[in-house]
């Protein structure tokens, strides 16, 4: 069967794989569409460490169910799904705590084994979410359960002031994961257009800091008080402090993307705000519901986000495109079948 592999840093080719043969518990799936993240473009130019080479990236998946194990009774074959694309030990600290998205021995599809840029895959039923949505809804709803993981970190309420930093694939998760809690959800970020797909996302409020004072703005905003919750899915130093220092006192700080070097804080604040900082990591299952019930409510601009579809053998021209231009895509998907 055909895939895409990642061969070395900046080099992606066509090549063949032997199809899946499904272990008990398997079902087989044909691959559909697959979303492309920050995560392929990294392990695509030789930046990710969990990467080795070659690699069958992509995690992002909307596929059909061809076979389902004997005895199979929630899933059936010819159901379109989506899927979970973590492993999780159960025996580490985070799986006996129930939070098996941050298992110490996780192994994501695409990053350390091979993804789903491919015909056909073999996965266990109970990463499979069957959804009455689109191929490209579908495609959507892992990078968005991102977002919605951080915002159930975060405990974000209807009674919230929620504010997200970033407003690319994950950050717009974040956004319409507060407004779907009924938060009330203000967008930070440097581009118009990135912020005006957040306002069909969710956001009531947009700060464009390439031109607005981001602390002037949120006390106009607030009232001088802060966010209650600071939503920070971009990943810089100066971003990582600006959340504690806006943050409201006693407010919530949740960390999705993370610095690639040292952050120095003023760590008075923590103290003196009494304040709750938290890092998010993948998603569970209550977040894949979640997700999948606000794209069947068509709460969620789904062409808007998507910058390209591609056809298969389009997939390293495309690729080479965007790390030549990461600024030009936001979310890429590739059509397998």
């Not at 392990?43 to 998946?61: A, C, L, Y």
């Not at 309420?157 to 319409?176: N, R």
């Not at 001088?224 to 806006?246: C, H, K, N, S, W």
């Not at 030009?328 to 998907?333: D, G, H, P």
Request: hydrophobic share 40%.
């Amino acid at each position: 069967m055909k895939s895409l592999s990642i061969t070395g840093p900046g080099e992606m080719a066509l090549s063949t794989l032997d199809a899946p043969r499904p272990q008990d518990g398997e079902a087989l799936l044909q691959v559909r569409m697959v979303g492309l993240c920050g995560t392929d473009l990294n392990s695509f130019r030789g930046k990710n460490p969990m990467v080795s080479f070659p690699r069958v990236p992509g995690h992002e998946i909307a596929a059909t169910i061809v076979e389902v194990p004997a005895g199979e009774v929630r899933l059936a074959a010819g159901m379109n799904v989506t899927v979970s694309p973590y492993t999780s030990c159960g025996v580490c600290s985070a799986c006996r705590r129930g939070r098996p998205n941050a298992c110490l021995r996780n192994q994501t599809m695409g990053v350390q084994r091979d993804g789903a840029l491919t015909e056909y895959i073999a996965v266990p039923v109970e990463k499979l979410y069957p959804a009455s949505l689109s191929i490209r809804e579908l495609c959507l709803v892992e990078p968005l359960t991102v977002g919605f993981h951080a915002a159930a970190r975060g405990r974000v309420t209807a009674q919230d002031v929620v504010a997200v930093f970033g407003c690319g694939g994950v950050g717009l998760g974040a956004i319409s994961a507060s407004s779907f809690r009924g938060a009330r959800t203000i967008a930070i970020d440097m581009d118009d257009l990135k912020l005006a797909t957040a306002r069909r996302a969710g956001a009531s409020e947009t700060i464009n800091t390439a031109r607005e004072d981001l602390h002037q703005r949120l006390v106009e905003l607030t009232s001088g008080l802060g966010p209650d919750v600071m939503i920070e899915a971009i990943g810089l130093p100066q971003t990582f402090r600006a959340a504690v220092e806006e943050v409201a006192f006693t407010g919530r700080v949740v960390y999705i993307g993370y610095a690639k070097e040292p952050v120095s804080y003023e760590t008075r604040l923590f103290v003196q705000k009494e304040l709750d900082i938290m890092g998010s990591r993948n998603a569970l299952p209550e977040d894949f519901q979640d997700v999948i019930r606000m794209l069947e409510q068509k709460r969620f601009p789904v062409e808007e986000a998507i910058s390209a579809v591609a056809e298969f053998e389009e997939g390293p021209a495309i690729l080479r495109a965007w790390s030549d231009n990461p600024a030009a895509y936001t979310k890429i998907l590739i059509h397998v079948g």
